[in-house]
């Protein structure tokens, strides 16, 4: 990895450390989910990086991919909060999650945590995924829960948040064997139900497909603001300004030129912690970006 591709890495990292740590106080029953989402995409802004996606805070059942939508107006109740939260600088990306619990289930979040303890621990040139998912979900099951089997960690490249390798969150037959300059997010699942989850009714974010020709104005205006300012990264509903949005959004997904990233929730309704953070795996072992 050349050295300004690093330096990147390594400060996204620390930024996305910092405003995870200052957004964690700010979780609270009455608290509106928009304030801290603002409170970090406007942080992450304000120490030199970029949301590399939409502040992700998802409740109890849902895994992943909830974040407020323009009106914002529901607070957190008693729930298991997930804040997921990603940096870029330059088009190098951090990713990482904490589950702040407001619902008085505190192992169910211990046991995420010391599954991604127990996965990066591992983590060096050489290692197949397989045993890392080994790892998770014997740290896991060992409080008692299941492994969200069908959600896994991810590869990191540039404007890219979700690439190869997948890093399994439970024990499979075959996986990739990293090597030296990768960059992974290993994000556990932890669950106190069926270990599966599947698509939910919300969308508030979006994603670039395809740089297609569009013939109506307000959806080829829209499209080039995407694809300048986001480019292949995801990006929420409530950033986007101007005129029927709504119409010109549903004209894009009609064409194929951007896709949906619907909410991720567990089959039965049940509650799910996740932890995460990004490594970079080096000649001799690895280095967390995004330690607090």
Known sequence: ????????????GKILAEVCREAKPKVG??????????????SIRA???????????????????????????????????KLDIGVHVGG?????????????????????????DAAIALVKPGVNTSEIGAAIEKAITGYGYKPVANLTGHG??????????????????????????????????ATDGSGRISEGPINEIFGLTSRKPVRIPQARDLLKEIDDKYKTL??????????????ALSQLLRVGAIHRYP?????EGALVSQAEHTVMVTDDGCEVTTKI
């Open 1 to 12: 990895m050349d050295a300004e591709a690093l330096d990147k890495y390594r400060t996204a």
């Open 29 to 42: 029953v009455d608290v509106p989910l928009i304030e801290v989402a603002e409170f970090v995409e406007g």
């Open 47 to 81: 120490k030199g990086g970029q949301p590399a996606f939409p502040c992700n805070i998802s409740l109890d059942r849902i895994a992943a991919h909830y974040t407020p939508g323009p009106k914002g107006e529901s607070t957190f109740g008693e729930s298991m909060a």
């Open 92 to 116: 190098y990306i951090a990713d990482a999650a904490v589950t702040v619990d407001l619902s008085g289930h505190p192992e169910l979040v211990e046991a995420s945590q010391a599954a991604l």
């Open 156 to 189: 990191l490249k540039r404007y890219l948040a979700h690439e190869e390798p997948a890093v399994p969150n439970r024990r499979i037959e075959k996986g990739y064997v990293l090597k030296e300059d990768d960059v992974i997010a290993i994000e556990p699942f």
């Open 234 to 247: 995801p990006f929420a509903r409530r950033w986007l300004e101007g005129e029927r949005i709504d119409f």
């Open 263 to 267: 909410i991720l929730w567990e089959v």
